[in-house]
């Protein structure tokens, strides 16, 4: 017979039925936890970084100094503006005669008479001076014969005008070679005749005064060598002799 107190209770409505008797009951349990890593331990397929080594005796590049131009670039020059047309500019020259050579005319002178590659204006400059020097050792040559005369009429004016045919006869020789080393290019030659037109000036005054203003044929000379001398110094002829600097 069984025993009325074993016959299980009537069930609520929503209560849970409970567990089968011979299921042993569960129970959570917390996740084991992994052992601490040991100090400097990588995990595999990670490496740590290492920076790139440098060969023996690598020196790093150095900075470029101040002001460096990389080959083959040149620092900017603004573009040179022409002379204007119909100017007139003076400048020094920058080369000068260092012996007796360098005053003598190149080649001697059997290349007188050519003037190729000249422009213009020293072209017409270079005959009037090379025409006048000639004219000038010419004329010295017939007052040598005057002064003569003269020394034996008037003593003390004719010893004058002999001092200034000399100086006229050195002056037309020295005209003639400097016009040739101005047609080779010469900047002191250049120079030098324009002083040439100074003294022909300092002539034409001395000779004036001696002859009490009868004798005026001293300045028609010291107005063809001044126009010549202005011809020399206009811009065209000053390129030609900038062209040629440093290369004669």
């Given amino acids: 017979?069984?025993?009325?107190?074993?016959?299980?209770?009537?069930?609520?409505?929503?209560?849970?039925?409970p567990p089968p008797s011979n299921v042993p009951p569960t129970r959570s349990e917390p996740p084991l936890a992994s052992p601490p890593a040991p100090e400097g331990y990588q995990p595999p397929g990670q490496q740590p970084y290492q920076p790139p080594q440098q060969p023996q005796g690598y020196q790093p590049p150095q900075q470029p100094p101040q002001?460096?131009?990389?080959?083959?670039l040149q620092p900017y020059q603004p573009p040179q503006q022409p002379a204007s047309p119909g100017g007139f500019r003076f400048e020094m020259p920058t080369d000068r005669p260092r012996n007796f050579n360098d005053v003598m005319p190149?080649?001697?002178?059997?290349s007188m008479f050519s003037v190729t590659g000249m422009p213009t204006e020293l072209k017409v400059s270079y005959w009037v001076w090379l025409i006048g020097g000639l004219l000038g050792l010419l004329g010295g040559v017939v007052g040598l014969f005057g002064s003569f005369v003269l020394l034996a009429v008037v003593p003390g004016i004719g010893f004058v005008v002999l001092l200034l045919v000399l100086v006229?006869?050195?002056?037309a020789a020295a005209q003639i070679i400097l016009a040739m080393k101005m047609k080779e290019?010469?900047?002191?030659?250049?120079?030098?005749l324009t002083i040439v037109a100074g003294v022909s000036l300092l002539l034409a005054i001395i000779s004036a005064s001696a002859a009490d203003g009868r004798n005026g044929n001293s300045w028609p000379g010291f107005i063809v060598s001044l126009a010549a001398t202005v011809l020399m110094w206009l811009p065209n002829s000053q390129a030609w002799f900038e062209s040629l600097r440093g290369r004669v």
Avoid: I, K
Wanted: aromatic residues 10%; proline residues 20%; charged residues 10%.
């Fill in 1 to 17: 017979m069984s025993n009325p107190n074993d016959v299980p209770p009537p069930q609520q409505p929503g209560a849970q039925p």
């Fill in 67 to 72: 002001g460096y131009q990389p080959p083959g």
């Fill in 185 to 192: 290019g010469r900047e002191w030659a250049r120079f030098a």
């Fill in 106 to 110: 190149r080649g001697g002178f059997s």
């Fill in 168 to 171: 006229a006869l050195a002056l």
